[in-house]
Nanobody, 115 residues
């Protein structure tokens, strides 16, 4: 079992910044990936960014140039620095942990960007 605890959501104005964190604990196998997903109201969950335990990253087009995903492998924590936030970034952000035999989700954290 892997437990994911997310933090850092909140209310911010357009153009502002937020930093989300996701701490994984439990029985963790490496190599693995951690990722952040965004679910806007009434829409499907979409991948925002992912980071491998070796450090490689991937971003959705909407996140490139604005968001940065990082990871402290020693602590199995994934962070998402979100800059220049837009109203369309509003929604619930979910942390994901996965590898070839494990797949877990966090409970989600709300991000609201006011215009």
């Amino acid at each position: 079992q892997v437990q994911l605890v997310e933090s850092g959501g909140g209310l911010v104005q357009t153009g502002g910044s937020l930093r989300l964190s996701c701490a994984a604990s439990g029985t963790i196998f490496s190599p693995n990936n951690m990722a952040w997903y965004h679910q806007a109201p009434g829409k499907q969950r979409e991948l925002v960014a992912s980071i491998h335990s070796a450090g490689s990253t991937s971003y959705a087009d909407s996140a490139k140039g604005r968001f940065i995903i990082s990871r402290d492998s020693g602590k199995n924590t994934a962070n998402l620095q979100m800059n220049d936030l837009k109203p369309e970034d509003t929604g619930v952000y979910f942390c994901s942990f996965y590898n070839w035999q494990q797949n877990y989700w966090g409970q989600g954290t709300q991000v609201t960007v006011s215009s």
